[in-house]
């Protein structure tokens, strides 16, 4: 007899042998008999598969034959075929019967399935997530998870991936991977969106405008369910027309005004809502400049003072600049001193560049600046504070000639100060070089004393 195939080690002392294979193979049981008038019967689950005729082999079904010496094959065996088969020897008395077991265990690639079972799931922002992957094989696979290109570190292998969604970012798409060391590891994707309340950012929170021109307001929405866009101005609907029109593209939201209008000026908000919330921001679409900005060109030095170049967009003309200087304190709170600049050069680009020299400070001494400017529209929102230090005050990072870290608090303290210790109305020479009124005047007795003393000296 020649049979081809896995074939499990004869056992003789009735312990269980197992035999590991691959579907379609075929296995072959053995079963020790040492009388040949003993009969044999093969049961598996309790189910009688086969039983011998003294001498004789049997075709108890297409894929199992019991042969003449006791042995059982299971040709093409299949998943389902795994498990115990019992060899049962029946001897004639006075011996009473013998068993032997075998185990077939049929090996096959990983499966995997998904819970929930679409492999989709919605949760709410801060609600629990849990995730499950339902994994088939033989050996037993081993579970892990990724999602965004990276594993998810676990301590051991989990079916089951239970976090919580407290930030919106976690969504995306999360793979169960199985892997048995059979075929192809097998994956299963979950999609994981998170519900939250709109998030909306505005990159220009204000914009400075001119009749007749043209201008576009922006919103960025992030929201999940997607959220409802919608523009009011100064509290009210607005009234889409052909020179006020509404649009967006993908997750940005846009306002267009074709030909700005002089009663167009105000607060625009763009607000969106889903079933989470709504959340608003405000656009402030003004006439005055815009807040200056600090160039930086900005810091030609010495002992006693200090040389500034800022620049300011304004379609009308400016007129005057307010200049707010103070010693630097760590604790903040130092006295501002407020001096009025006249705009120099009428500038007919809306870009307009102003250049001083502060004279009159300590050495080595860190101080802060601030700079408004006015159109005939009204002063601008403040510019953003600059640091600044005279000649030999020592270098310290965090005390560098620079913007201050915290800017917008800055410039509403800046804004809400209820008094100035000191008001300088200023004059500027050819240099751009400032006076106040006091130096001015010093300088009309000092030249009106040199001209007497020069005509005494000729009389």
Known sequence: MCVTGVQAATNRDGHPTTVQTYENETVLLPCYVEDAQT???????????????????????????????????????????????????IRPSPWGHVTQVHEIEVMYPPSVETVPEYGELEVDLNEEVIMQCVAKGVPAPIISWRTKG?????????????????????????????????????????????????????????????????????????AWPEAKVEWYFNNKTINYTSRIVKYNTENNYSLLIRYVASNDSGSYTCRASNSMGITEKI????QIANPAVFKKESGSASSTSYNFIWVVDSYSSIIQYQFWFRRYMKNGGGEWHKLYIPAGGGEISPVHVRSFNLTGLDAATYYEAVVLSRNR????????????????????????????????????????????SQHYLLTTDASGSIYNQSQVLS?????????????????
Request: charged share 25%.
């Open 150 to 222: 990276r594993e998810i570190p676990f301590r051991d292998t989990r079916a089951v991936l239970r976090f919580s969604a407290d930030n919106r970012n976690l969504s995306g798409r999360y793979t169960c991977v199985a892997s048995n060391g059979i075929g192809e590891p097998a994956e299963a994707h979950i999609d994981l969106r998170i519900r939250y309340k709109p998030e909306i950012y505005v990159k220009r929170p204000w914009v400075h405008a001119y009749p007749g021109i043209r201008v576009t307001l922006d919103c960025t929405v992030s």
């Open 443 to 459: 300088l009309i007795l000092s030249t009106l004393c040199t001209l007497i003393i020069t005509r005494d000296r000729f009389n």
């Open 283 to 286: 656009i402030e679409l003004s």
């Open 39 to 89: 009969r044999v019967r093969w049961w598996r689950d309790e189910i009688l598969l086969a039983e011998s005729s003294l001498g004789q082999e049997q075709q108890s079904s297409e894929r199992i034959t019991l042969y003449s010496n006791g042995s059982l094959r299971v040709h093409h065996v299949q998943r389902e075929d795994s498990g115990p088969y019992v060899c049962q020897a």
């Open 377 to 420: 529209y009204g002063w601008s929102h403040p510019s953003e504070i600059l640091r600044f230090h005279t000649e030999g005050a020592p270098v310290d990072s965090s005390e560098n000639s620079e913007m201050d870290g915290d800017q917008e608090q800055n410039r509403i303290a800046v804004i809400q100060l209820s008094s100035m």
